[in-house]
């Protein structure tokens, strides 16, 4: 039966991210982004909270939850109200520990997931974006050949968040260079690997506050063990779903903080004798603003739902929802942009911010996970 | 529990009319749109007989109605319905199959809503009783005037107590199946007039005229761009008489509006779902004649790798899935007895902008074709 109802389980999450949100996160936004980092204290905080670890096995040392989508896309829409750097920054290790917890083997799910059940943020990643102008996740151009026991990795990678001082990076590859989401594996790689060239820090348009790096990957070996899933591999499209219902979520927080923002300041800016908000150019946009960031909720909501089935249309429902909120998100930022008007366009307020941050959703794929 | 999968009971209904759409309104629907104004016997008898049979569809109605209940912070926990949703779901099949033969349905529509909504039980049995029973009927809901459309509170027309009748007079336009409802079956219109023009919107009451009552006229009816099967009529009120229970709800100046206005909580995103309809529809033709054509729409490549083609119907997917999301949260609203009036409205605003924008696209990928009469997108497009 169709419900639009959050269970007293996802309001809890929901709230509990909400709240990092309005304290923790929003409070240190401008600060992050002008500084280009996010502090440690605020990823140990959201650690703490269990924001990554929670859906963890426990005899892996987890908390057990059941992980869902559509509770991912609840708490990411809070995370990225506040800030979408810090809630990807924060939500950077589950790049790596949810493929390894979904499509692992038991050895590697024995080998790795304790790490993320520890009391210190843990610095993992995963390297899927690639420097070049058609970036396609269904033709990477990184590839994987496998020779005697082991794969060799040849490549380059880009956005890789928190790259510089990673622990474990998970990396994607296409197998022998075929196109083809089937073709594509996924790559535990510890730090220090020979053949793992860590490139230097990236200046981005938006989310400066979040670390990203290049990697190079020169002849890199990997074990066949080594290979996420082992032989049989992953499910490439159910992770890159996953991922888009995560992003698509987000971009409906950025959207709404933008919409939230500019309707407070279109209620209080006074012109020609009335508020602007009075003025239907201010007020229609406003209003579609607001219904456009809660169709990108309820987009994120339903692919997020038919992955949580296992449904088969959840793959072209997340590739939908995404391709809808890229375009959305920036609309509605710019819109906000602009209602504010000259005052937009000064770093004294967020939406300029917003705005930037937004305009990487378009490009930006796999950076984001539940 | 947030949850998108519709109930058997829904699908089954869904299924059954998909069949009834593709059989009867697909092959009807450009004869009604090249006849405006002719009815289409067949399919009002059909369904008048259908319609007939489950009570003149005034079990739905009864439940379609129930208004918003106040008081949402109450802890009790309330029951769910499903009834606006069990719409939505039908409405959208009915309109893919046509959305002008789905408004030139023989059904209490509107105006039986209003009934439905403020009517007393032998209102109720007065008015609604005659849709279980004899020929075809339509009731009509006549609101805009020709200096009143959304800002309803500007009503002219006037009703006015002599003895033991009311008086109305004014103009009222755009009434749809108007000429349906009071000349050509024996059904009735909802008119809104104000009893007291100082008062605004709390004089503002409505009142049912039956059909053939002296005094009333239709006066024109709209040759129209789209939507050609349903008649949108003018009808002129000139000392109409009609009896003094002919009110609905409470006559005090004081009270009403608010509920009167209520009625479009639950309009409204039965409007969006059947624009959805139309919008899946030509959706629907574009991905057939690729198909056919083998033309490839590949999901999951980067947007910028894209055809134009496989980019834009991407789209036009994306936004027909947006639309009835927020139309399907409006109708949950409604059933779970949540204020909705903000999302109902926002589900029909973007509702409309969204098919006007995916059929104008269809028209476009398909290029002459998609121009041409021989293929009904060109119509969805007007519709």
Redesign the interface.
């Given at each position: 039966m169709v419900s639009f109802m959050p269970s007293e389980d996802q309001k809890m999450i929901q709230d509990m991210a909400r709240d990092f949100a309005i304290n923790e996160i929003r409070p240190k936004a401008r600060d992050c982004d002008e500084g280009d980092t996010v502090p440690e204290s605020v990823l140990q905080a959201g650690w703490e909270l269990g924001m990554v670890n929670a859906v963890l096995p426990a005899e892996c040392g987890g908390s057990g939850m059941e992980r869902s989508a559509v509770t991912g896309a609840l708490m990411c829409e809070e995370l990225a109200w506040g800030d979408l750097s810090i809630a990807l920054a924060l939500l950077s290790p589950a790049l790596f520990c949810y493929p390894v917890m979904e499509c692992g083997t038991e050895q590697q799910k024995k080998t790795y997931l304790p790490k993320f059940c520890e009391a210190k943020f843990y610095r993992a990643t995963s390297a899927l974006v690639e420097p070049q102008f058609d970036f396609d996740l269904s033709a990477l151009k990184t590839k994987a050949e496998k020779k005697g026991g082991a794969y060799v990795l040849n490549g380059a990678k880009c956005f890789v968040p928190l790259g510089l001082n990673a622990e474990q990076y998970l990396i994607w590859a296409a197998l022998d260079g075929k196109p083809g989401y089937e073709n594509v594996a996924g790559f535990i790689v510890g730090r220090g690997a020979s053949g793992l060239k860590i490139g230097e820090r990236e200046k981005n348009m938006g989310i400066k506050a979040l670390e990203t790096c290049e990697l190079k990957l020169e002849n890199l070996e990997v074990s066949a063990d080594n290979r996420l899933g082992g032989e049989q591999g992953c499910d490439f499209g159910r992770v890159a779903s996953l991922s888009k219902v995560a992003l698509t979520a987000m971009a409906s927080g950025v959207g709404r903080a933008s919409m939230e923002y500019a309707k407070q300041y279109a209620k209080d800016r006074v012109a020609f004798g009335e508020p602007i908000a009075h003025r239907q150019a201010i007020a229609f946009m406003l209003a579609e603003m607001s219904w456009e960031a809660d169709a990108m909720r309820l987009l994120a909501w339903e692919a997020g739902w038919t992955l949580d089935k296992k449904m088969e249309d959840g793959f072209k429902s997340a590739c939908l929802a995404k391709l809808y909120a890229d375009q959305s998100v920036m609309w509605i930022t710019d819109c906000g942009l602009q209602i504010l008007g000259g005052h937009g366009y000064i770093r004294e307020h967020p939406v300029e911010l917003w705005l930037r941050n937004a305009r990487g959703f378009a490009t930006f794929e796999g950076l984001g996970t539940v | 529990?947030?949850?998108?999968?519709?109930?058997a009971g829904q699908k089954n209904m869904q299924k059954m009319i998909h069949g009834l759409a593709q059989g009867m309104m697909r092959k009807w629907a450009r004869w009604a749109d090249d006849n405006e104004h002719k009815r289409v016997d067949e399919w009002v008898n059909f369904m008048w007989g259908a319609l007939k049979g489950m009570g003149g569809g005034m079990g739905s109605m009864d439940k379609k109605i129930k208004p918003a209940a106040e008081g949402e912070g109450e802890k009790k926990e309330k029951k769910?319905g499903?009834q606006n949703?069990q719409l939505s779901v039908m409405v959208e099949e009915l309109s893919w199959g046509d959305g002008g033969l789905y408004l030139a349905m023989p059904f209490p529509g509107l105006g039986g809503a209003a009934v439905m909504a403020a009517g007393t039980p032998e209102q109720k049995e007065r008015f609604l009783k005659r849709f279980t029973e004899g020929s075809p009927k339509w009731a009509a809901m006549a609101i805009t005037e020709p200096g009143a459309g959304s800002d309803s509170a500007a009503i002219s027309t006037t009703a006015v107590k002599e003895g033991d009748k009311w008086v109305l007079n004014g103009e009222k336009i755009f009434v749809t199946a108007g000429k349906n409802s009071v000349e050509d079956s024996e059904g009735f219109v909802v008119a809104w007039a104000t009893v007291d023009k100082s008062a605004g919107r709390a004089g503002i009451k409505s009142f049912i005229v039956e059909h053939h009552t002296p005094g009333m006229k239709v006066t024109k009816v709209e040759h129209k761009l789209g939507i050609r099967a349903s008649d949108t009529a003018a009808i002129v009120f000139e000392d109409c008489k009609i009896p003094l229970d002919n009110i609905l709800g409470n006559p005090e100046v004081k009270k009403g509006f608010r509920d009167v206005m209520a009625t479009f909580d639950a309009t409204r995103p039965m409007v969006a779902a059947s624009a959805i309809g139309v919008g899946r529809a030509a959706l629907e033709e574009v991905q057939k004649q690729f198909k056919d054509a083998g033309v490839p729409v590949?999901?999951?490549?980067?947007?910028?790798?894209m055809t134009s083609r496989e980019?834009d119907l991407?789209?036009m997917?994306?936004?027909l899935?947006?639309?009835r999301?927020?139309s399907?949260?409006a109708s949950?609203?409604a059933d779970?007895g949540i204020h909705n009036n903000m999302e109902a409205s926002?589900?029909k605003?973007?509702t409309g902008k969204a098919i006007t924008w995916i059929t104008q696209k269809a028209v476009e990928l398909l290029g002459p074709l998609g121009y041409s009469r021989k293929i009904l997108v060109e119509k969805w497009l007007r519709d």
């Open positions: - | 529990m947030i949850d998108f999968e519709l109930t769910v499903s949703m590949r999901y999951g490549m980067s947007a910028n790798n980019r991407m789209m997917e994306a936004q899935k947006a639309s999301l927020l399907w949260r949950w609203m779970a926002a589900a605003a973007k």
